[in-house]
């Protein structure tokens, strides 16, 4: 039996694929992946068999797995990667060492490098908090959004299924104040938008009204959240020179 890879593919734009992920995927003639990646991955996909697979339940997705990987492995398109919110966990287990998963770029990575921020700027956030608001309230027992959000915190925000007013109302009330936040949508893809603004302002800038919420499909838009102060702090640099006065370098 072939392996099943499980190939981290990114927000959608193939040029962040790892060279891994792009050996591997050729090698598979049989492809598993849903939207958006049929489309922006097309040129790497073309002439290979492509599946959806919430086409199948659980069960048939295996039994086809198991017939398909008989004579050549089988790919399966990880948006992102699997680090958060990875939806094949379960395949990865019933195929057990079968299954070889490839890191890829997650979609807070792209999000990080497009506004050219680090997430954790030191002296102004102590922690990031990866979370989606669907997942908090699907869980029981987890703490509110509310309480999550704090000065010194970043949010990452995934699969918001929260209006928009909604979102900035219950963020206001955990950061106790105005915050930046910036809206990132379709990253690395066709349309790719960015709003960048604060909680009093980004309705206003954001101007779909309804939008940056889940769809009724299940699947959620694409678009990811990001909130903190990491977004405009100036940044102190005094932390240069002191770690290269401890280290003993020389000015100059
Ligand atoms: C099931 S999660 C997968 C996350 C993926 N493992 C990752 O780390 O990027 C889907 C959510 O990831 C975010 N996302 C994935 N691709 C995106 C993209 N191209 N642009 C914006 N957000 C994206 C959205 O919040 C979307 O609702």
């Known amino acids: 039996m072939k392996p099943v890879y499980f190939i981290g ?3 959608g734009d193939p040029e962040l694929l790892t060279l891994r992920g792009a050996r591997l995927l050729q090698s598979c003639a049989t492809v598993y992946a849903f939207p958006p990646f049929g ?6 996909l073309a002439g290979k068999n492509l599946y959806d697979p919430f086409d199948f339940d659980f069960e048939a997705l295996l039994e086809r797995l198991q017939r398909q990987r008989q004579r050549q492995p089988v790919a399966f398109l990880v948006p992102g990667d699997q680090t958060w919110f990875f939806p094949f966990q379960g395949l990865i287990e019933a195929l057990g060492d079968d ?3 490839i890191p890829g770029v997650s979609s807070a990575n792209a999000a990080s490098a497009i506004l050219k921020r680090t997430l954790n700027l030191s002296g102004v956030c102590s922690r990031s908090l990866i979370l989606s608001p669907r997942n908090l309230e699907e869980t029981s027992g987890a703490p509110a959004l509310e309480s999550l959000a704090a ?3 970043t949010l990452v925000i995934y699969m918001n299924h929260l209006p928009l007013a909604d979102l900035v109302a ?3 009330k955990g950061y106790g104040r105005d915050e930046p936040i910036a809206l990132l949508q379709q990253i690395g893809l066709p349309g790719q938008r960015v709003v960048r603004g604060t909680l009093d302002t980004i309705e206003a800038l954001w101007r779909t009204p309804g939008a940056c919420s889940g769809s009724k499909t299940g699947r959620s838009d694409l678009i990811l959240i990001l909130v903190g ?4 702090a100036a940044v102190d640099n005094s932390w240069w020179d002191l770690r290269r006065d401890r280290e003993g370098f020389e000015a100059g």
């Open 170 to 172: 219950r963020l206001r």
């Open 39 to 44: 489309e922006s991955f097309g040129a790497l």
């Open 99 to 101: 299954a070889q998963v």
């Open 9 to 11: 593919s990114g927000p």
């Open 151 to 153: 000065p010194g915190v």
């Open 229 to 232: 102060e990491f977004l405009t």
